[in-house]
Structures are given as structure tokens and as C-alpha cells.
């Protein structure tokens, strides 16, 4: 076998060998704890223009961070085949999506308040579109369900789900990240 | 006239109260005290400005793209289903009493604003009690029949307790009416939800924040949505200090249900809101952006007829106004 296809395998074995469960950087508490710090330090250096730029670079650098942990958990899930659209396709044979793994972002979620204090009407839009999305989708299982659909169609749209949990995990980081650096 | 700004105090009263919403919303350590903001060097504050502005945009994009996705699932699955109100569970038959157990919840579902939990047993909905073999396809039954914006009363079970609980249904998104060949036909990303409009449009910077009792106290109000930033190029004739308290007769509850009832509408629609301003309470019409950003203007919202009377018809959009 060619060695750099050899890699490849031995590549997508380990991502496949990591845990259902890829931890978001941090917990709303974490990002509190983080925030307080921050104002914290910003107190006792008031009025300074060293702590404005610094607090600045503080939270562009959180952004840039998040960013890139954010990038990177779209990265392997994506090699975990969880954000493959080929995924979408009503095959039978495809991987059922880990129930640990949308637990957990779910978990995530309900940790969060219900909306920001202020809300930016554009990435509200976004999630409120996946909210209803999500409900959509659950409404739907439960009739198809309940009328034994088959198993491919069902299994089409646990993944939909998922997908879309997933997606509300993002867009809701990104809306907590944003309101955080106003 | 004289002009309502929101000065810095303004800023900071919206903040506190941020602060507080935070503090009663996520258990745990308390937020630190509000500080002053510090002026930070206009360069870094631009470049910080356009950061957010980037993630933001990669939001929506990862939000649209997933919904487009799911889409296209739903209608494989259920081709040309007219849509109907949605509650947002997932059920099952409960075992060892009569009843649907709630298998899963939408996280920011109807349900889930209601206080419904995984396992609750709903035993009676609008007053009827689920008996029989199949009370969960008794309540997905029921649900056909419910309209949107509707308020469903549910009694529910919970360790070993009745409860009584009103959920709002909400309309379920609209589903595209055609998903073949659209890269061909030079659709960009396309909107396939509702709320296109206001992740492309002028509406899209718009801020919001919900009244509570201290900031409505200011505001001469005990209910509607602040609007903290108006619509660019005067869209919807809002101003920054107003108090939002209808939308054609609905009255937002919260920043995220005025998000979703201006979602509903479309690109040119007229609306009349009901607003505060400067203590006195107005009428203003107003018309939706026809801005739609990268959505062509031949697209259209049609209704698709019912296939039974019992359920209602829905919006699709449908391709150019050749296949109208």
C-alpha cells in the first residue's frame, strides 16, 4: 500500500478513536469566572490606556482562541463524520450519531441563559432559526415513530438533529463570545 | 423633534440589568460589579469591532448551511408535508401508566420554555385525557389540529406529582419547495427559513434587550423590548430608546420572540408597531426592508394547499416566477 495512504488510515483510526464527547473550551461558569477576572484587573488599573488596549487584546485574543478551538472541533468532527452531508442520505448502514455526544451539547445549552442580556437581532435570527428547526425535526420523529417509519428514515432524521444541535452549540458560542467583547 | 439617544448612562443602566439577568439565569458565583467602560485605542476597538462582526457572520453561515442541510432530510423524509404548529418533544408510550413520556425535548423549543422535562408523562392535553393504547399518537393527533401561536394546556406527571403547564406552539419553518440544480440556476447560499431576512437584511445589526421591571421603570413601561440599537437606514422608522409593545397586536415577551415574530415576516410586508417614545406611547407603520442581500428578488413565497381540510396550508419558496 502506498505509505501516504497508509497514513491517512492510520490518521482517521485515531480521530476515530477519540472520545464521543469533545468538551467545549470552556463551561458558562468558566466564561464568568474568566469575565469577572478580567473586569477585576480592569479596576485596578482604571483610567489606564495600557489596560484599555490590553483589555482589548484580552478579549480579541479569547475571540481568536475560541475561534480557532471552535475550528478545530468543527475539524474532528467532521473526520468523525458528523458533519459530512453525506451523513444526511437515508442509508441504512450509516454510523448511528453517539446519543452521549448530543447529550452532552444539549447539557451545554441548558446551561445557558435563554437569550443574552442584549440581544443582536442577526445571531438571535440565526438561533431561533435552528430552534425551530430542532422542534421541527423532534415533532416529526415522533410521528414517524410512532408510525414505525422505516429505519433509514428515522435514522435520516436523528442525524438531521444532531447536525443541527451541534450547529445551535456553535452559532450560541459565537453569540456568548460576541456579547461578552461589547 | 427633539432626538432620544442612548447616552452612556443609558449603556450602563442596560448593562447592570445584563448583569442581573445573568445573575438570576446561570446559577453560580455572582458577576462582578459593572465597571465604567475605559476608552481603548480607536484602532484596536475597530479591529475588535470587526472580529465580532466576523464571528458573527460565520454564525449565520454555520446556522443557514445546517439548516439547509436539514432540510433537504426533511424532504426526502416528508415531501411537500404541509407544515403545521410545533411543541418541540419527542414521545413515546409511557410504560406503566397512561400517558406519551416525553423521549427528548427541543433545547429553545416551546416545550422546553414551558418547563416540560425528558421522562415528564403528559396525561391530558387541552383538558382531554389521553386514554387507550396509543396516547402519544393521541397527542401527535391532537397537535395536527392545533394553530400556531396557539396556547396548548398540558397536565404532565412528574415524580409522581400532576402539573400543569401552557405551552405556546409556534409555526413550524418553512420547507423548500426545490433543492435540485440550484448551484446551476446561480442561487447562492440559499435562505430556506424565515428568518432570512434578518440575517441578511438592514434588520441584521438591530439590538435589542428585554424591559425589565428596573430598566421599564425608566421607560414609563412594565412590558415590551427595548431596542438599543435601531435598524440601519431607519428601517422599520424605529429609533435607539424605544420600547417595542406590538407588533401588529403580538406583543414580544423577550428580544428572541421579537426576533421570531418579525421573522415571520416577508421582504415589502407592511406592519404597524405599537412603541413608546420619550413616554408617549405611538402607532407606527412601517414596511419590512425589500433588502434581501444575497437572496434573488425572483424567488417567491407561495401557499401550498392542504392535502386534508384538517390541516393548514404553508409557504414554500419556489424558484423564478417562470415555475409560478
Known amino acids: ?182 | 423633534m427633539k432626538k432620544f439617544y442612548l447616552t452612556p448612562s443609558w449603556h450602563m443602566l442596560i448593562a447592570s440589568s445584563a448583569a442581573a439577568c445573568v445573575a438570576v439565569a446561570a446559577p453560580g458565583p455572582p458577576p462582578a460589579a459593572v465597571l465604567p467602560e475605559v476608552r481603548a485605542d480607536g484602532d484596536l476597538d475597530a479591529q475588535l469591532d470587526a472580529a465580532r462582526k466576523r464571528l458573527e457572520e460565520a454564525a449565520h453561515e454555520v446556522a443557514q448551511l445546517s439548516s439547509q442541510l436539514s432540510g433537504s432530510v426533511i424532504q426526502q423524509v416528508m415531501p411537500f408535508e404541509p407544515g403545521h404548529a410545533i411543541i418541540g418533544v419527542q414521545l413515546e408510550p409511557a410504560t406503566g401508566t397512561a400517558g406519551a413520556r416525553v423521549r427528548e425535548v427541543s433545547p429553545g423549543g416551546p416545550a422546553a420554555e414551558a418547563g416540560i422535562h425528558v421522562g415528564d408523562v403528559i396525561v391530558a392535553v387541552n383538558g382531554t385525557e389521553l386514554k387507550g393504547r396509543e396516547p402519544a399518537r393521541q397527542v401527535v393527533r391532537i397537535m395536527r389540529d392545533v394553530q400556531p401561536d396557539a396556547t396548548v394546556q398540558l397536565r404532565v406527571l412528574r415524580d409522581g406529582k400532576t402539573r400543569e403547564l401552557s405551552v405556546t406552539a409556534r409555526p413550524g419553518p418553512a420547507v423548500l419547495a426545490s433543492v435540485h440544480g440550484l448551484s446551476d440556476l446561480g442561487f447562492g447560499p440559499f435562505p430556506e427559513w424565515h428568518g432570512a431576512l434578518m440575517l441578511h437584511g438592514p434588520l441584521m445589526d438591530m439590538e435589542l434587550a428585554t424591559l425589565t421591571p428596573r430598566l421599564g421603570s425608566y421607560f414609563g413601561s412594565d412590558q415590551g423590548v427595548l431596542v438599543v440599537r435601531a435598524p440601519a437606514d431607519g428601517a422599520l422608522k424605529l429609533e435607539d430608546g424605544d420600547v417595542i409593545l406590538a407588533i401588529d397586536g403580538r406583543q414580544p415577551t423577550s428580544g428572541s420572540h421579537a426576533t421570531r415574530i418579525l421573522s415571520s415576516y416577508q421582504p415589502g410586508e407592511k406592519l404597524t408597531l405599537r412603541i413608546i417614545r420619550q413616554h408617549k406611547t405611538l402607532e407606527v407603520d412601517a414596511t419590512l426592508p425589500e433588502s434581501m442581500g444575497r437572496i434573488r428578488k425572483d424567488m417567491m413565497w407561495r401557499e401550498v394547499a392542504p392535502r386534508e381540510r384538517t390541516e393548514p396550508a404553508r409557504r414554500v419558496l419556489i424558484l423564478g416566477r417562470d415555475e409560478a
Open chain 1, 1 to 182: 500500500m502506498h505509505p501516504d495512504l497508509d497514513q491517512q488510515r492510520s490518521l482517521a483510526r485515531r480521530l476515530r478513536e477519540l472520545p464521543d464527547e469533545a468538551a467545549q473550551p470552556y463551561g458558562w461558569r468558566e466564561f464568568q469566572r474568566r469575565s469577572g477576572a478580567r473586569r477585576r484587573a480592569g479596576q485596578g488599573l482604571a483610567g489606564g490606556r495600557a489596560l484599555a488596549t490590553a483589555s482589548v487584546l484580552a478579549t480579541a485574543s479569547v475571540l481568536a482562541t475560541a475561534s480557532v478551538l471552535a475550528l478545530g472541533i468543527i475539524a474532528v468532527w467532521t473526520r468523525l463524520g458528523g458533519w459530512s452531508p453525506h451523513s444526511a442520505r437515508l442509508t441504512p448502514q450509516a454510523a448511528q450519531p453517539p446519543a452521549g455526544r448530543t447529550a452532552a451539547m444539549e447539557h451545554w445549552l441548558a446551561s445557558l441563559p435563554s437569550e443574552p442580556a442584549v440581544v443582536h437581532v442577526g445571531t438571535r435570527a440565526a438561533v431561533t432559526g435552528l430552534e425551530d428547526r430542532i422542534a421541527q425535526v423532534d415533532d416529526l420523529l415522533s410521528a414517524e415513530r410512532l408510525d414505525e417509519a422505516h429505519p433509514a428514515r428515522l435514522l435520516a432524521l436523528q442525524q438531521a438533529r444532531t447536525r443541527l444541535v451541534g450547529a445551535l452549540v456553535q452559532v450560541r458560542y459565537a453569540e456568548t463570545l460576541a456579547d461578552e467583547s461589547r
